[in-house]
């Protein structure tokens, strides 16, 4: 479609989130996401949605490329996410696995801003049985 230079619409504001999504869905395939959001989420705020689509920006056009010793950007970017988060009850074992599963429960978030700015988070006092409510 057509580039809307001023969208008032929704309609038209959706037309041009549309033709940046067909720019990048591809991308999403690339760094093995499977749910693309559309263009409709972007344009509603949901979090979820934008902060995926910056991740996979940054996966695709930061670090994607970066070879450092054998390793891919993101194999290093989770091998310092499992350094820094050893020896974290509730994380460790079974440790950081993935950019995926291991973060739901809030706790491997929790042990990284702990590990680095332990006046923001005190670690020990989480309930490790909720660690999302717990960071609310």
């Given at each position: 479609g057509?580039?809307?230079?001023?969208?008032?619409?929704?309609i038209h504001q959706i037309a041009n989130l549309n033709i940046a999504?067909?720019?990048i869905k591809n991308f999403y395939q690339e760094v093995?996401?499977?749910v693309v959001p559309g263009p409709e989420q972007i344009n509603e705020g949901d979090?979820?949605?934008i902060l995926g689509l910056v991740w996979v920006l940054i996966l695709r056009f930061s670090i994607?490329?970066?070879?450092?010793?054998?390793?891919s950007a993101?194999?290093?970017l989770l091998l310092w996410c499992q350094r820094n988060?050893?020896?974290?009850?509730?994380?460790?074992?079974?440790?950081?696995?993935?950019?995926?599963?291991?973060?739901k429960n809030g706790l491997g978030f929790a042990a990284l801003i702990n590990k680095f700015r332990p006046d923001l988070i005190d670690y020990e006092k989480l309930d490790k049985s909720d660690a999302k409510a717990a960071m609310a």
């Open positions: 057509k580039y809307n230079k001023s969208p008032k619409m929704k999504h067909e720019f093995g996401i499977k979090l979820r949605a994607a490329d970066i070879d450092e010793g054998g390793q993101k194999e290093g988060t050893a020896g974290y009850a509730g994380v460790d074992p079974p440790g950081i696995q993935n950019f995926h599963t291991s973060w």
